[in-house]
């Protein structure tokens, strides 16, 4: 069985984002491993050192989230909205759902307020404060 895990990359600002993501979703963070940390800090910068290498955010449900800011050195697109892919979020109860969409779209533009949908009691999609597109499936399933 195979388990898919998104992950998420920064410049720079990861430790802030998971901060965000864990008290928007009521996760928790489990471990966060700098480029300073790891066995290869001498090969970075010094000003690159306090950089996410790797951080794992625990959701409820047993979802997991994966994150880092970008390598010194690399180029990176952005984080992951700005190219078209979005993280889908399912939640059974729809004040849970609801209140997600709320948390996440601080700072962020909505760009389908959550309403009924024809499979879900109420869907909505945004772009979060970082540039994270999300989709928020909210209620039982109407398929």
Not at 72 to 86: A, D, K, L, R
Not at 108 to 131: C, H, K, Q
Request: aromatic share 10%; glycine share 14%.
């Amino acid at each position: 069985m195979a388990k898919l895990t998104p992950y998420l990359g920064f410049d720079g600002n990861c430790t802030e984002a998971l901060r965000f993501y864990a008290a928007a979703l009521g996760g928790k963070i489990e471990m966060t491993l700098t480029f300073g940390q790891s066995p290869m800090a001498e090969q970075i910068p010094a000003e690159h050192r306090h950089r996410v290498m790797h951080s794992v955010l625990s959701l409820p449900g047993n979802g997991q989230l994966f994150a880092a800011d970008k390598p010194p050195g690399t180029e990176c697109s952005g984080p992951v909205g700005s190219n078209g892919i979005g993280l889908a979020l399912e939640f059974d109860e729809l004040a849970a759902g609801e209140a997600a969409f709320k948390a996440l779209s601080e700072g962020g533009n909505i760009s389908m307020p959550m309403a009924p949908a024809f499979w879900v009691e109420r869907f909505g999609m945004l772009t979060d404060r970082y540039g994270v597109g999300w989709m928020v499936n909210a209620g039982p399933s109407k398929l």
